[in-house]
């Protein structure tokens, strides 16, 4: 057990100190007054890295927080990234889990990224000229929750500020303003990276709802696996993070009027409910198989989720997972495609190149041919 507790306290320290998601541009004109909107950024301050304060979104301390542009006014294409940095659901989790997001932090991310995604002097970067908007993370919820007054179990803070789904309507709502007002949307790239990743699939509908559901979309999840074993995603895990996060809150009404698979969990219904509801969107699902840093999130469901706990979940049972929700959810969903590659690794977004490749085909290659609508499932 001593060995699990250093294991996931450098997995977790790991996330929230490393560089992890997105961003490589020079701040140069980037603004520091708060209040501006959108409109005023696209004109006064074009293509450079710019900090939208919004009074109303709210970090996991009750802080008021805001999110990241680069708005490029010729252009009507749209990436939105989701930022990861682990979960907050018991006190281990949260003291390795950020609960405050400035403008200073967004400026010293932009200084120190060197994703490709965002890398706008790239000419591999298939979203150098898009309008990026990048939406930080310190609810701790994996940017689904909507629970004002959270009380974390098992030595964690309490009431806490989990709304990262409330936070998320009001990036949307900003959106809709500004691109209503200059000329529309023809593309959207909507992704994100581990935490991010889970927020991906949890937002994708209200994404929908508000910017509009005839814009080519592509989604791509990265590192947010939720998984169908139930020796893996246990009950005691599913209630817990519903619990506290309120998960319930930003599922559909018709839920289980429209999906016509078995599910244990409601959560794992998502998948085939986003992909019957949006049937033009195109959705990519990216995976290590044996994806270290969320083996250590699944291992606090082990045991009938006693706290500490005693085994990480192996590599080989975290494999199998993937492959099961492959072969019995996704395989039967024509519009979901899967990029599989081997290693104890977490995310892919945040590489440099994105070349990562498995069975040559490169991963940039294959954004662009999901994109397309012509990727297949690629898996070592």
């Not at 020079?26 to 520091?32: K, S, T, Y």
């Not at 691109?179 to 529309?184: I, R, V």
């Amino acid at each position: 057990m001593k060995n699990l507790f250093l294991f996931l306290c450098a997995v977790f320290i790991f996330i929230s100190c490393s560089k992890a998601d997105v961003i490589n541009d020079a701040i140069d004109g980037a603004i520091d007054e708060n209040g501006r909107t959108l409109l005023e950024v696209a004109s006064n301050y074009p293509n450079k890295a710019s900090w939208i304060e919004n009074s109303e979104m709210k970090s996991r301390n009750g802080d008021a927080m805001g999110y990241g542009v680069y708005l490029n006014p010729n252009s009507k294409k749209l990436a939105i990234f989701l930022d990861g940095g682990g979960a907050c659901f018991n006190g281990f989790t949260c003291s390795n889990n950020r609960d405050r997001y400035s403008e200073e932090d967004f400026l010293t991310r932009v200084a120190s990224e060197n994703a490709l995604i965002i890398n706008r002097n790239s000419d591999k970067n298939q979203f150098k000229d898009w309008n990026f908007v990048f939406v930080p993370y310190a609810t701790g919820d994996v940017h689904s929750g909507s629970n004002t007054a959270a009380n974390v179990p098992n030595g964690g803070p309490k009431n806490q500020t989990m709304v990262g789904f409330n936070n998320f309507t009001l990036v949307l709502k900003d959106l809709k303003n500004y691109f209503e007002d200059t000329g529309g949307i023809t593309e959207i790239v909507f992704m994100g990276s581990s935490a991010g990743g889970f927020g991906v699939i949890s937002n994708t509908l209200q994404l929908a709802d508000i910017l509009g559901k005839n814009i080519p979309t592509t989604v791509i999840v990265d590192a947010g696996q939720i998984l169908m074993d139930e020796t893996l995603l246990t009950s005691c895990l599913a209630s817990a993070w519903d619990t506290l996060w309120n998960f319930s809150a930003f599922l559909p009404e018709d839920l289980d009027q429209t999906v016509q698979k078995t599910y244990e969990h409601d959560i794992q219904k998502v998948y085939e409910y986003v992909a019957v509801k949006l049937p033009a969107f195109n959705f990519g699902f990216l995976s290590y198989y044996e994806d270290n840093t969320n083996r250590g999130f699944y291992s606090f469901g082990q045991e009938e989720c006693a706290y500490f706990p005693t085994s990480l979940v192996s590599g080989a049972a975290f494999k199998r997972g993937l492959l099961n929700l492959k072969t019995t959810v996704l395989d039967d969903l024509e519009n979901w495609k899967v990029f599989y590659a081997n290693g104890e690794l977490h995310t892919f977004l945040n590489d440099e190149n994105l070349d990562q490749t498995v069975n040559n085909t490169n991963l940039n290659d294959w954004i662009a041919q999901l994109r397309a609508g012509t990727a297949l499932n690629v898996a070592e």
